[in-house]
């Protein structure tokens, strides 16, 4: 046996004597959570609406997409790798870490001369925020059972929400009447209130202690993978061709280290990612439900505004507000599903329901893509509302499935993977655009341009949007498939929960 690994196995399914905190603990705890969740839902959204402002300082517009796509790579990197050290080392310890990153992070960005300075501090940003999600779901399974944990997960997905939709509004107002660098200055005293919180409120957290050994070499390999392959998904149909030798040398790259990675976990005595978490059906099946229904919402997000702008006339503020009914419509949903779980032992009826609107409702605009800009908000509310449905049941399902001392390997791993399908849905859809117009939008890029594409070529900007719509409803199609394929297993309740013995 190798030195570092315990000689007994862990067990393949939940155990008890795990969730015997209180509910004025489990608000303690919560608080913590929240705050953390939001300083890295809020950074994900602030800096959009100050990039051109950025660009305009530094004098250096070509670079620019990098600030947004070197968090985008780095946090989804390193997903995976927080869940497994939090597995070895303990929550507290990794959230303490990925958040003193993060601030570290966010003050490089904030006095970085250049821009290349700049984009390295958003690595470095990606490198701390990347954890806080995962770990925030990793702890919630910690302290709440199963049958209890869906409302908590909805008021996760809330604060997401609010982040979301106030991150544009604080970064515009910010770079216009501030400094850009503000934006990035307001994540410190935040975060170290978080950090002062997750200090403090997690210290009671259960340890699993069982003897690891950390597959480094897994782990590099892995997010060696995944770099390439983002890069290729970022970069595809809008800084090069796809048929280009650049993505296709990232593509090759991408393929041989991901073939490497696989080998890796074949032989590896403790797999970075544990075999048992990969091979259990419950975990596949509802890690790709969530990533293709989260992956819609993504998509939807970042090509709606150029929906609008090209279709409906609307200006950039207004197709902005637009967006509010499909951000703010998925907390419902899941708030919803989150109940039914804590009530009903065929929990997923709901979220299937929630799924068959979303397609029928999604479908309605692949018919007919030009309906007025109050039936699209009509629609995108259904569209939402579906969405928000899948998140909890598919989570906590997972978490209930695998052991306790896999939990932050599995939350990992479902995160890393939900981005990379996101990502690739967001490069189909962009596919879709380049392949009618014969453009690029670039995530959302010249109005003008697509336009007066549309015009030469005689091309109806509202049945261009219509590929994109449909690809939607696949996805959601195959996320529905995937959500029914899904084992439904009991969720244990506090009550069925043995306290460990008295010390």
């Known amino acids: 046996m190798p030195e570092g690994i315990s000689s007994v196995s862990p067990p393949s399914g939940p155990q008890p004597g795990r969730w015997v905190f209180s509910h004025g603990d489990i608000r303690t705890v919560m608080l913590g959570l929240v705050l953390a969740t939001f300083l890295a839902a809020l950074n994900q959204t602030i800096v959009a609406t100050a990039l051109p402002t950025i660009g305009r300082d530094f004098r250096d517009f070509e670079m620019l997409p990098w600030v947004v796509t070197a968090y985008l790579l780095t946090s989804t990197a390193v997903a995976p790798l927080y869940g497994k050290l939090s597995d070895v080392y303990g929550r507290r310890a990794m959230m303490l870490a990925s958040i003193g990153i993060f601030i570290a992070g966010s003050a490089a960005c904030a006095v970085a001369p250049n821009m290349v300075m700049l984009i390295l501090g958003r690595g470095l940003q990606g490198v701390g925020g990347g954890g806080i999600l995962p770990l925030a779901q990793t702890i919630l399974a910690d302290v709440v059972a199963p049958r209890e944990r869906g409302r908590y997960q909805a008021y996760m997905g809330s604060v997401w929400v609010t982040a979301g939709l106030a991150g544009p509004v604080f970064g515009g107002m910010l770079a216009e009447h501030f400094h850009w660098s503000v934006i990035f200055w307001l994540n410190v005293p935040v975060g170290m209130v978080a950090a002062l919180m997750a200090h403090k409120t997690l210290g009671r957290l259960p340890r699993h202690d069982r003897r690891h050994k950390l597959d480094l070499l897994g782990a590099v390999l892995m997010m060696a993978a995944a770099i390439p392959l983002l890069l290729a998904l970022t970069w595809g149909g809008t800084r090069y061709p796809w ?261």
Request: proline share 7%; aromatic share 8%; net charge positive.
């Open 243 to 503: 048929l280009s030798p650049p993505i296709a040398a990232l593509v090759v790259a991408a393929a041989v280290l991901s073939f490497l990675f696989a080998w890796r976990l074949t032989r590896a005595s403790e797999p970075f990612l544990p075999l048992p978490v990969l091979a259990n059906p419950v975990m596949r099946m509802g890690t790709l439900s969530t990533s293709f229904s989260q992956g819609v919402v993504v998509g939807l997000t970042i090509y709606l505004p150029l929906y609008y702008e090209v279709v409906h006339k609307f200006s950039a503020s207004d197709s902005g507000l637009a967006l509010i009914p499909i951000v703010v419509m998925s907390t419902p949903g899941s708030i919803l599903s989150g109940r039914a779980m804590m009530h009903f032992d065929r929990y997923k009826r709901v979220a299937v329901a929630g799924l068959v609107g979303a397609i029928t409702a999604l479908a309605l605009l692949v018919w007919n893509p030009a309906m007025p800009p109050i039936a699209v908000a009509a629609v995108l509310s259904v569209v939402a509302f579906g969405i928000g449905t899948t998140y909890p049941v598919g989570t906590i399902s997972i978490q209930n499935a695998v052991s306790r001392y896999q939990v932050g390997a599995a939350m990992g791993a479902m995160n890393f993977f939900r981005g990379l399908t996101a990502a690739f849905i967001v490069a189909a859809m962009g596919a879709i655009l380049l392949a009618t117009l014969g453009v690029s939008p670039e995530r959302g890029g010249s109005v003008v341009a697509v336009t007066a594409t549309a015009d030469a070529l005689g091309v109806d900007l509202a049945h261009v949007f219509r590929g994109v719509f449909a690809l939607g409803v696949l996805c959601l199609v195959a996320s529905l498939i995937a959500l029914i394929y899904m084992e439904e297993r009991p969720l244990r309740g506090r009550s069925e929960d043995v306290p460990p013995p008295a010390a």
